[in-house]
């Protein structure tokens, strides 16, 4: 069974920012997609950002475009979110989520992998 570690999180003040990392066995991601989703407090999770691990592709909801950057390493097997300009609602558990496929896709059921989730928290 594939087990992906999320790590990075922390406190942090508005205007800072974070890098959360998703390493995952060798072979895990090839070919698929991981995403990064949060679940905010009394908030259902929401789909943050996503990479096409084979071209690099991605995707992002509007609200972290220009702040927010995905990318991966193919040599460590593993996906970074780059946090920058950080606000206080970004705070929120961060999860990190392989998809099988290509299809950059922001439906959570459609990811069959999780981690177990990192916490970001933002201060005003």
């Known amino acids: 069974q594939v087990q992906l570690v999320e790590s990075g999180g922390g406190l942090v003040q508005a205007g800072g920012s974070l890098s959360l990392s998703c390493t995952a066995s060798?072979?895990?991601?090839?070919?698929?997609?991981v995403g990064w989703f949060r679940r905010a407090a009394g908030k259902e999770r929401e789909f943050v950002a996503g990479?096409?691990?084979?071209?690099?592709?991605?995707t992002y909801i509007d609200s972290v475009k220009g702040r927010f950057t995905v990318s991966r390493d193919i040599a460590k097997n593993t996906v970074y979110l780059q946090m920058n300009s950080l606000k206080p609602e970004d705070t929120a558990i961060y999860y990190c989520a392989r998809r099988l496929g290509s299809e950059l896709s922001k439906r959570q059921y459609e990811y069959n992998a999780w981690g177990q989730g990192t916490q970001v928290t933002v201060s005003s």
């Open positions: 060798v072979g895990a991601f090839d070919m698929h997609i």
């Open positions: 990479i096409r691990w084979g071209d690099g592709g991605t």
